[in-house]
């Protein structure tokens, strides 16, 4: 796809800006190009169903002057902004822009199956890139997101998961065949967030996170609104740890950071509830006959992890857990996450 072809070539620009670039935006911002490596699994939940698995790919640049003529940004990354101008927030005190890669798999429950399973959901794989912008005024964020790709064999779930299944000892999943059909998918994500954090002395804090927004597109609809509360040493000033938020875990402007040789770390609890009108993984294939389920309107989902912070790098796990998507679902899905960063 070419869209994807053009993120793609953003992404690689982000990487590779000239030396003294690089040191400009390191020295006159607090907050630095950002790297994070985010894995996925149902296995952490003692299941392999559903979201099966998944890993993202994110780069994040220094807060930005603007999105078009900020040296931290490249060339190319400057050109594609200046056709994006209707989704390129402007006159916010701190603003970034994100570029991330990612790969799920999606399975019913009996891995044995080689026929269509009736009242469980498709098997189906989903790759997409993404473009997304924050924002943020004082403890107000907005996020945007441009995402787009494809679902069906040539996202190449049934390779990744022989692969990874053959490394872990797991079971081979044997209803491939009954994939959804290849389909360019597309959604874009909207979010506002807020933060309250009130004054407190010492090095040990606490904040709650609120946030409401949506999606749309041929990928997912809904509509969604949840909350974050943090617990720990050293908080940081942005909005939220849990790696499933589209500006959270390492990605949106922040406002300080963390003395050099100190351990940070706290606790996260996060809620979300959607109203889902469309999810192609249970709703099969947009223009095509392909296997389906009767999706649930109404989702709701929490989640709690551990966050650490040393230097230049960040880690984070978490586990979440949600009500049941779709009418005969035999188990609540379960799943980990595990988050690596490192600013540069």
Wanted: charged share 20%; with cysteine; proline share 6%.
């Amino acid at each position: 796809m070419r869209s994807t072809g053009t993120l793609l070539l953003a992404a690689l620009a982000l990487c590779s800006l000239p030396a003294a670039a690089r040191d400009y935006c390191n020295e006159s911002t607090d907050l630095p190009p950002t790297v994070n490596f985010r894995v996925d699994n149902d296995l952490f939940g003692q299941q392999d169903q559903g979201y099966s698995n998944g890993v993202m790919l994110t780069l994040v640049s220094p807060n930005l002057k603007d999105y078009t003529g900020d040296p931290c940004l490249p060339r190319l990354a400057r050109w594609i902004n200046r056709h994006l101008a209707a989704v390129t927030p402007e006159g916010f005190e701190q603003q970034n822009m994100v570029v991330s890669f990612a790969h799920g798999i999606f399975t019913p429950t009996d891995a044995s199956r080689r026929d269509v399973i009736p009242d469980d959901r498709p098997y189906a794989g989903v790759l997409l890139a993404s473009l997304g912008y924050n924002a943020r005024n004082g403890d107000h964020l907005r996020t945007t997101q441009l995402q787009f790709g494809i679902v069906g064999p040539s996202a190449l779930g049934k390779q990744v998961q022989n692969e990874v299944h053959k490394i872990t000892g797991g079971e081979k999943f044997e209803g491939w065949d009954n994939q959804l059909r290849d389909e360019p998918v597309f959604r874009i994500v909207h979010e506002r967030m807020r933060r309250f954090a009130p004054e407190q002395d010492g090095i040990w804090s606490w904040d709650a996170v609120s946030h409401y927004g949506g999606t749309l597109g041929t990928l997912t609809t809904y509509a969604n609104a949840g909350g974050e509360l943090r617990f720990g040493r050293y908080l940081p000033n942005d909005f939220g740890s849990t790696p499933l938020r589209p500006a959270g875990e390492n990605t949106a402007p922040t406002g300080s950071r963390i003395p050099p040789d100190v351990l940070g770390f706290h606790m996260f609890l996060t809620t979300d509830a959607r109203w889902v009108l469309r999810d192609i993984t249970l709703d099969g294939n947009t223009f095509k006959d392909s296997h389906s389920v009767d999706k649930r309107a109404f989702v709701g989902e929490y989640g709690y992890g551990l966050a650490f912070m040393y230097g230049r790098w960040k880690f984070a796990l978490a586990r979440y857990h949600s009500t049941r998507e779709f009418d005969g679902q035999k188990e609540r899905p379960v799943f980990g996450s595990f988050t690596i960063s490192r600013t540069f």
